[in-house]
C-alpha cells in the first residue's frame, strides 16, 4: 500500500511499527489526530493474512476512534494498536510489556485499552511499562472491562433510534435480532429482555447461544439466516462490513443500531438503507459507552460520572438524527459531520496562543 499516499488523503499524523524479537511483539501503533487531545483507541491483536492487512486496520481504526471520540464530545483525538499474533497463543507477559515500553515512549500522545483479542488482564500488564493505559482492573481505581458499559450505551441509542423510527423509545415487544452474543451483545439483551423486547440471537460460538437461550427466552437462529428474519431492529454485535450489497435486501427491519465497529461495507451502504427507509443508528456513534467509560480513568475513575455520560448516548443520537433531517443526509453522513465540526472549531479554539506555564521564550 502507498502509505504517505493514504495517510495524506486522510490527514494522518504518525504510525509507528514496533518490534521485540524475544517476545515476538509485531505492533504497529497509529495515532490519526490529536486535535482535541491525546489519542485514545484500543489495543486489537488478529491473525492478519499480511503486513499490509494489518497496517490499512491499524489506520482504518485509528480514524474510527478520532470519529468517535469527537462526537461523544471527549477532549480526545484518535488512535490505535494493532498487534499481529493470534490471541489464543501468542499472548505473553514480555509481549505486552514489550508494546507498554513503546506505548510510554510516545510519551501520552497515545493511550490504549481493550479492543478485539486483548483483556482487562493484557492492560494490566501494559499498566508495568506506561501510565498511558485505561481499562485495567478495578483492583487499580481504574474501570475494568468496558464491554457492559458499551451494551448500556448500545441500548440507550437503540431507544433513540426507535423514538424516531416508531414514534416511541419503549423497546417492550419489539423483535430485535442480534448478530453475535459475546461479551457486548450478552449485556445488550439483558437491558433488552428486562424492557420486554424479544430476542432472536446468532452466534458461530454455540455456548454463547444457549446463553441468550436460557437466560432470555431467545429464539437461536443459524449465522446466515439472521438477516432474513422478521424484526423490528436488526443489532450487529459480531463483524464488520455487514451491511452491504447483499444483506440490505433481505433485511425487513425499521432500525439497525448494535455494537458492531464499521458495519457498513462502503458508504453507499449508509444511503441504500436510507432508501430503502431503515432508521441507521452510526455505529461509532451508538457503541461509544466503551471509550467514554474508560476515558473517564484520566480524571480518576468515578463509576456514576462515566454512566451519566454515557446516558448522553440517548441525546446524541437524536441530534445526529435532527442534523440528517435538517441536511437532507443520511444518518452516517450526518455523524461525520458532527464530529467534523467539533474538530474544526476546537482546531481553531485551540490555535489561541497559551503560554501553559511554561517560559515563554520555549515558545519562540
Ligand atoms: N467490547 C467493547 O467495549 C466494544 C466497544 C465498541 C465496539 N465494540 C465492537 O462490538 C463488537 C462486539 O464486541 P465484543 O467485545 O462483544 O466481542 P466478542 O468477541 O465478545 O463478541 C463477538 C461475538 O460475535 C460472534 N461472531 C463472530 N463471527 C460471527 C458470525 N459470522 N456470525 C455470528 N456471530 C459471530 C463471536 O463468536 C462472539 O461471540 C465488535 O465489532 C467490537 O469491535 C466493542
Ligand atoms: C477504548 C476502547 C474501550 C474502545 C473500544 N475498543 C472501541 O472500539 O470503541
Redesign the pocket.
Same mark, same amino acid.
Given at each position: 500500500m502507498k502509505i504517505f499516499e493514504y495517510m495524506g488523503k486522510y490527514d494522518y499524523e504518525q504510525l509507528v511499527l514496533c518490534h521485540d524479537e524475544q517476545s515476538g511483539l509485531k505492533a504497529i501503533i497509529c495515532i490519526h489526530d490529536t486535535t482535541l487531545g491525546p489519542a485514545l483507541g484500543g489495543t486489537r491483536m488478529w491473525t492478519y493474512d499480511s503486513e499490509d492487512a494489518a497496517i490499512e486496520d491499524a489506520l482504518r481504526l485509528a480514524r474510527g476512534m478520532t470519529y468517535k471520540n469527537a462526537a461523544a464530545g471527549l477532549n480526545l483525538g484518535g488512535g490505535k494498536t494493532v498487534v499481529i499474533g493470534d490471541p489464543k497463543k501468542d499472548k505473553s507477559e514480555a509481549l505486552f510489556r514489550a508494546l507498554g515500553r513503546y506505548i510510554q515512549g510516545l510519551n501520552g500522545r497515545y493511550i490504549t485499552a481493550?479492543?478485539?483479542g486483548t483483556t482487562v488482564e493484557d492492560m494490566d500488564i501494559i499498566r508495568e511499562e506506561t501510565k498511558y493505559v485505561t481499562g485495567v482492573s478495578p483492583a487499580f481505581g481504574s474501570s475494568g472491562n @468496558?464491554?457492559p458499559v &458499551?451494551a448500556y450505551g448500545v441500548y440507550k441509542g437503540m431507544k433513540a433510534a426507535s423514538k424516531v423510527a416508531f414514534g416511541d423509545d419503549s423497546l417492550k415487544g419489539k423483535v430485535v435480532a442480534v448478530? !453475535?452474543? !459475546?461479551?457486548?451483545?450478552y449485556n445488550l439483551c439483558k437491558h433488552l429482555h428486562a424492557e420486554g423486547a424479544k430476542l432472536i440471537v &446468532?452466534?458461530? *460460538?454455540q455456548a *454463547?447461544v444457549d446463553r441468550a437461550v436460557q437466560e432470555f427466552g431467545a429464539e437461536a437462529v443459524s @449465522?446466515d439466516k439472521i438477516y432474513d428474519v422478521d424484526c423490528d431492529i436488526f443489532s450487529p454485535?459480531?463483524? !464488520?462490513a455487514i451491511i452491504n450489497d447483499e444483506t440490505i435486501e433481505r433485511l425487513t427491519c425499521k432500525v439497525v443500531a448494535g455494537?458492531?465497529?464499521n458495519q457498513l461495507k462502503e458508504e453507499k451502504h449508509g444511503e441504500m438503507l436510507e432508501q430503502k427507509g431503515i432508521i441507521y443508528a452510526p455505529d461509532y456513534v451508538i *457503541?461509544a459507552g !466503551?471509550v467514554i467509560n474508560v476515558a473517564d480513568e484520566l480524571y480518576g475513575y468515578n463509576r456514576d460520572r462515566a454512566m451519566k455520560r454515557v446516558e448522553t448516548i440517548y441525546d446524541n443520537m437524536l441530534k445526529v438524527f435532527e442534523i440528517a433531517k435538517r441536511d437532507g443526509i443520511p444518518s452516517y453522513k450526518a455523524a461525520d459531520r458532527m464530529a467534523e465540526e467539533r474538530i474544526a472549531a476546537m482546531r481553531k479554539t485551540r490555535s489561541t496562543f497559551l503560554v501553559n506555564g511554561q517560559s515563554i521564550l520555549s515558545h519562540r
Open positions: 481493550e479492543d478485539v @468496558p464491554s &458499551t448478530q !453475535g452474543v !459475546g461479551h457486548v451483545a &446468532t452466534d458461530i *460460538n *454463547n @449465522p454485535c459480531a463483524l !464488520g455494537a458492531a465497529n *457503541n !466503551g
